[in-house]
């Protein structure tokens, strides 16, 4: 919340302070400047006495502490914080105050005007990363933030994303392979489908980057809960698309397929007593037909977790 009362007095000792600067050397105006953020801040003087008068320059840090005062006093809880600052006086007493909300400034050459582009090269201040420390200090509404701090904002918001942190990266890119036991799979066209559409889903699960645990170096001790997430989570898209409102003779052709080629088996125990006439819903499943489920979720559940441990090199905890 502003503080007008607050801002005045600062004010005044700001205005007071800069007079004693001037002394009694000749003068016709002399501004005051400042740029403030919550990693810190630069201040400086103009004015137009002899270069001697300046030589013994040493009261800044007052009107530094003014300006601070100044600034949080001014803070709106929509507009934000103002970026730069400066204050111009004359011998006469007169003063004048002025105040940049939008503008970025950049600390680069005293005598350049602080908001001209300044050379790519130019090793200027405040940095991206100590406007992001203000905007979290001093938030401002999307309708009061500049096109720069716009970009700004997006640009921090994009290297956040866990989508594009480094492991989250490196798994999406992974080539993954059949687990040795289920291997013999890879060759039928079904289950082929089936494993291709579990690495589908997950990457485009993991793009959406709404695993940051698990794609932050630092939080090893949760990488197994949050694997544990994303297994279940492509779990149910697998289902819904191979077990879900399906006919149940595509999924007994599945199991049948897994019990010839895994189990060398002719025919899955118990598969005689499903109607394949019917529908699959999971809810509703007894008996042979339960079990027809379970036996293909386990199988399902297995690719998953192996895609998940290559990818990231973590096991799901169950």
Do not use: C
């Not at 300006?67 to 949080?72: S, V, Y």
């Not at 507009?79 to 600052?85: N, P």
């Not at 905007?135 to 700004?152: A, C, F, G, S």
Request: aromatic share 10%; glycine share 6%; no cysteine.
């Amino acid at each position: 919340m502003t503080d007008k009362a607050a801002a005045e007095a600062a004010m005044r000792v700001l205005v007071t302070d800069l007079r004693t600067e001037m002394g009694d050397w000749p003068w016709t105006s002399a501004t005051d400047h400042v740029v403030i953020t919550s990693a810190g801040g630069w201040t400086t003087t103009s004015d137009d006495r002899p270069k001697e008068a300046r030589a013994g320059f040493g009261r800044g840090r007052i009107r530094y502490d003014a300006w601070k005062t100044i600034r949080e006093a001014m803070t709106d809880p929509e507009r934000g914080a103002w970026l730069y600052a400066n204050v111009t006086i004359t011998p006469d007493g007169e003063h004048e105050f002025f105040f940049e909300w939008d503008r970025r400034p950049s600390i680069y050459d005293y005598d350049d005007d602080i908001f001209t582009a300044k050379p790519k090269s130019a090793q200027v201040s405040p940095l991206d990363y100590e406007w992001l420390w203000d905007l979290k200090e001093h938030p401002r509404t999307p309708e009061h933030q500049p096109e720069w701090m716009k970009r700004m904002l997006a640009k921090d918001a994009r290297k956040r994303n866990p989508a594009n942190m480094p492991r989250t990266k490196k798994a999406i890119k992974a080539e993954v392979a059949w687990p040795e036991e289920l291997a013999p799979l890879a060759g039928d066209l079904l289950w082929a489908e089936v494993w291709t559409a579990i690495s589908d889903y997950m990457v485009a699960r993991l793009k959406t980057g709404a695993y940051p645990r698990l794609a932050n170096k630092d939080e090893r001790d949760s990488w197994g809960a949050e694997a544990d997430g994303l297994v279940q989570d492509v779990f149910g898209d697998v289902s819904g698309v191979f077990v879900e409102g399906q006919p149940l003779a595509a999924l007994a052709g599945l199991w049948r397929d897994w019990s010839q080629l895994v189990s060398h088996t002719p025919e899955p125990e118990g598969l005689a007593g499903v109607d394949l006439s019917a529908t699959a819903v999971y809810s509703e499943a007894s008996g042979p037909t339960q079990k027809l489920f379970d036996d293909f979720g386990d199988t399902v559940g297995t690719l998953i977790d192996s895609q998940v441990f290559q990818r990231f090199g973590v096991r799901p905890e169950a």
